[in-house]
């Protein structure tokens, strides 16, 4: 199991973080314009009403009725809003905006759960009462399930029309062209999961337990693959080239029809990007986002490979003498001059723009800008449990058709930000914050 707070002192602080996950939440839905709350931006997804109820049912079905065995007070929104989907099956849903309650009804039912759970909370006698919630187990894994969500509900509103939002366009922030090169990267070990010990501290069912893997050397690309050295894979071909895809990524290709990445806007024979706030031209040093199934098939064309979760571990927290870092730039807590995460910026920036975020290796851009594919499959590490709270959190995905990512993207909260977290997407899914980098030997 995973321990956590166990102090006055440290609930309050939970509590604390708690409300400023509740605040990032509620500041992207305010972002939504009222008629656009039953729109669907994404096929594979539910629709925006559905994310709003979902976060305070889930606090409430986790904390409320497991944490504190309250008694419900509106049992048909607790079970609609449980579960999200993840359709695998090439299946859509098709329920229509009517099927919803109404927003306001979703709004009433929020506000009731927080004032429930939050007097709970704040009751010393009922936590003190509750194990999993006096440890902070449960309010941890609110919390981060909130931070979580926060990032699918930036990519939803990066889909929706401009028209339908109201977010301020980022700052330009200008750094130096970046030199695509490859860095040479000694055997060693890599140290994978965490140790199911109070002293490490939060971590979700799939960290656990420790592996240790020995590495053999390996080169890697200094930098993600940025949208001009993917402009060339296109200008080749690579579309086109049969030999570069296997066969389900081929299909899925054809079928969908694609012929450039989907945050890509052809323009009169050249090319704009979909920014939040809209097209803008393309930026042609930021990295580029694309599903798995085209960083593999732009890595065979480069005659590489996509790294496997080991080799990005030593690439990332690896050092020449052996010791592993906290983060890739060392121990220190993660900061804006590190990278470009925890929300301040909406879209990607210039692979080269946070330096001070560099591997002890030299390989930049690591954490933030972009989750980072991998070769593996998500997959249980030796010694997994389920959360006995939360058993579908990581087992239903170990189903060979999800790979695991790393890193984070300018929407990945500083607490994800840990060696240890692992994210995970299908290999056809387009709409994440998704960036690449590859490996030889």
């Given amino acids: 199991m995973l321990h956590a707070?166990?102090?006055?002192?440290?609930?309050?602080?939970?509590?604390?973080?708690?409300k400023a996950a509740r605040s990032l939440t509620d500041e992207?839905?305010?972002?939504?314009?009222?008629?656009?709350?039953?729109?669907?931006?994404?096929?594979?997804?539910?629709?925006?009403?559905?994310?709003?109820?979902?976060?305070?049912?889930?606090?409430?079905?986790?904390?409320?009725?497991?944490?504190?065995?309250?008694?419900?007070?509106?049992?048909?929104l607790d079970r609609l809003f449980a579960f999200g989907i993840d359709p695998t099956d090439g299946k859509l849903p098709n329920d229509q905006p009517r099927d919803w309650p109404s927003a306001t009804r979703v709004r009433a039912y929020n506000q009731q759960v927080r004032g429930r759970l939050d007097a709970a909370l704040e009751d010393a006698t009922a936590v003190a009462a509750r194990p999993l919630v006096a440890d902070g187990t449960l309010l941890h894994v609110a919390i981060e399930h909130r931070l979580m969500h926060a990032e699918t509900l930036a990519y939803l509103l990066h889909q929706l029309p401009a028209e339908k939002k109201s977010v301020i366009a980022d700052a330009p922030l200008r750094a130096a062209r970046p030199l695509p090169h490859m860095l040479e990267i000694p055997g060693g070990l890599a140290t994978l999961g965490k140790q199911r010990i109070p002293e490490a501290g939060f971590g979700w069912?799939?960290?656990?337990?420790?592996?240790?893997?020995?590495?053999?050397?390996?080169?890697?690309?200094?930098?993600?693959?940025?949208?001009?050295?993917?402009?060339?894979?296109?200008?080749?071909?690579?579309?086109?080239?049969?030999?570069?895809?296997?066969?389900?990524?081929?299909?899925?290709?054809?079928?969908?029809?694609?012929?450039?990445?989907?945050?890509?806007?052809?323009?009169?024979?050249?090319?704009?990007?979909?920014?939040?706030?809209?097209?803008?031209?393309?930026?042609?040093?930021?990295?580029?986002?694309?599903?798995?199934?085209?960083?593999?098939?732009?890595?065979?064309?480069?005659g590489r490979r996509l790294p496997s979760e080991a080799q990005w571990h030593r690439a990332a927290y690896g050092t020449a003498e052996g010791r592993e870092r906290a983060y890739p730039w060392g121990d220190a807590p993660p900061d804006a001059t590190r990278g470009n995460f925890d929300s301040l910026r909406w879209d990607a920036t210039p692979v080269a723009a946070h330096p001070a975020g560099a591997s002890a290796f030299g390989v930049h851009d690591l954490v933030g800008n972009g989750w980072e594919w991998t070769s593996s499959l998500f997959a249980p590490f030796p010694g997994f449990q389920r959360f006995p709270f939360y058993p579908g959190y990581s087992a239903g995905f170990f189903d060979g058709q999800h790979y695991v990512m790393k890193g984070g993207s300018s929407r990945?909260?500083?607490?994800?930000?840990?060696?240890?977290?692992?994210?995970?997407?299908?290999?056809?899914?387009?709409?994440?914050?998704?960036?690449?980098?590859?490996?030889?030997?």
């Fill in 5 to 18: 707070a166990t102090t006055a002192a440290s609930h309050a602080v939970l509590l604390a973080e708690l």
């Fill in 28 to 76: 992207l839905f305010r972002a939504v314009h009222p008629g656009a709350l039953f729109d669907r931006p994404i096929p594979e997804r539910h629709r925006l009403i559905f994310y709003l109820g979902h976060l305070e049912a889930f606090d409430w079905n986790l904390l409320g009725r497991q944490g504190f065995e309250l008694e419900p007070h509106d049992v048909e």
């Fill in 205 to 302: 069912d799939n960290e656990f337990e420790e592996q240790k893997e020995q590495v053999p050397p390996f080169s890697i690309d200094a930098y993600p693959v940025t949208n001009t050295e993917f402009l060339a894979f296109i200008r080749a071909g690579g579309y086109a080239d049969r030999a570069l895809w296997n066969d389900a990524d081929w299909e899925w290709k054809e079928a969908a029809g694609l012929r450039h990445p989907h945050f890509w806007v052809p323009s009169g024979g050249s090319w704009k990007y979909h920014a939040m706030t809209g097209e803008i031209p393309l930026p042609p040093d930021a990295p580029v986002y694309v599903s798995q199934a085209e960083a593999g098939a732009y890595a065979r064309w480069k």
């Fill in 412 to 441: 990945t909260a500083a607490p994800l930000l840990r060696r240890t977290f692992r994210n995970w997407f299908q290999p056809h899914y387009p709409y994440v914050y998704a960036k690449f980098r590859t490996v030889e030997g």
